[in-house]
């Protein structure tokens, strides 16, 4: 809804603005090194997720600023984590077995960001391994409520709302991940540099990732199978 703004930070904190006061309600505490990027969930703004240097990724409620769980699976830096546009796991399997209509091939335009880049994103858009006790715990970081936060009723529990996290690593690999149970459930492998940035296609049946190995590439977000490789830069891609 634009109302609220959320910044990470070097000093191993995520913070959650008004954006028409500028002031702080929320501070999410918890990573054990930088930040390095953070998303709103879509389209909802209920849950926010924060990636670091720690190699992980962490879901919070977006209201309290309690974590919800914590995504392990990576095996170093996390540069970047975006949420899906809504659609879940199940549905986008059942999307991508059906035959298609019309037969036509992915281009790197159908696939946009899910929210805005890194520090600063607003909430206006649009988890390997299993969760540990601690992860479903949750620890809360500071008291204060958002004033903006989505609403708790029933109609606005059955609002179409993001059910995957996509994040972006140091160590070569993309991961898509389900939100409810933290689990990793696939794994993107054919970069030969970091993976520094990472988005979801409208539907949520394609993911792009973009490294320095020169290359952006397409994938399927289902089956995690390779579907176009972008070559020409001849520098990092961001």
């Given at each position: 809804?634009?109302?609220?703004?959320?910044?990470?930070?070097?000093?191993?904190?995520?913070?959650?603005w008004?954006?028409?006061?500028?002031?702080?309600?929320?501070?999410?505490?918890?990573?054990?090194?930088?930040?390095?990027?953070?998303?709103?969930?879509?389209?909802?703004?209920?849950?926010?997720?924060?990636?670091?240097?720690?190699?992980?990724?962490?879901?919070w409620?977006?209201?309290?600023?309690?974590?919800?769980?914590t995504?392990?699976?990576?095996?170093?830096?996390?540069?970047?984590?975006?949420?899906?546009?809504?659609?879940s796991?199940?549905?986008?399997?059942?999307?991508?077995?059906?035959?298609?209509?019309?037969?036509?091939?992915?281009?790197?335009?159908?696939?946009?960001?899910?929210?805005?880049?890194?520090?600063?994103?607003?909430?206006?858009?649009?988890?390997?391994?299993?969760?540990?006790?601690?992860?479903?715990?949750?620890?809360?970081?500071?008291?204060?409520?958002?004033?903006?936060?989505?609403?708790?009723?029933?109609?606005?529990?059955?609002?179409?709302?993001?059910?995957?996290?996509?994040?972006?690593?140091q160590?070569?690999?993309?991961?898509?991940?389900?939100?409810?149970?933290?689990?990793?459930?696939?794994?993107?492998e054919?970069?030969?540099?970091?993976?520094?940035?990472?988005?979801?296609?409208?539907?949520?049946?394609?993911?792009?990732?973009?490294?320095?190995?020169?290359t952006?590439?397409?994938?399927?977000?289902?089956?995690?199978?390779?579907?176009?490789?972008?070559?020409?830069?001849?520098?990092?891609?961001?």
């Amino acid at each position: 809804d634009g109302r609220r703004v959320m910044t990470v930070s070097w000093d191993r904190e995520a913070r959650i603005w008004d954006a028409a006061t500028g002031e702080h309600e929320l501070t999410l505490r918890g990573h054990k090194a930088w930040l390095s990027a953070c998303c709103f969930s879509n389209p909802d703004g209920r849950t926010v997720v924060t990636s670091s240097w720690d190699a992980t990724c962490r879901l919070w409620d977006a209201r309290t600023g309690a974590r919800l769980r914590t995504l392990r699976g990576h095996a170093a830096a996390v540069f970047d984590c975006v949420f899906s546009f809504g659609s879940s796991p199940s549905s986008v399997l059942q999307r991508r077995g059906a035959p298609p209509t019309v037969e036509t091939p992915p281009t790197p335009m159908d696939v946009v960001r899910g929210g805005a880049q890194a520090p600063g994103r607003t909430n206006d858009g649009r988890h390997g391994g299993a969760p540990t006790a601690e992860d479903r715990g949750g620890d809360t970081a500071a008291a204060a409520h958002a004033t903006g936060a989505a609403s708790s009723s029933v109609g606005a529990a059955r609002r179409r709302t993001a059910s995957m996290v996509l994040s972006a690593s140091q160590d070569r690999t993309g991961k898509v991940w389900d939100v409810e149970t933290g689990a990793c459930l696939v794994t993107l492998e054919a970069h030969d540099h970091w993976v520094t940035s990472c988005a979801f296609s409208p539907d949520d049946t394609r993911v792009l990732t973009v490294s320095y190995d020169e290359t952006v590439r397409l994938w399927d977000a289902r089956t995690g199978a390779l579907q176009m490789t972008l070559e020409g830069h001849t520098a990092r891609v961001r």
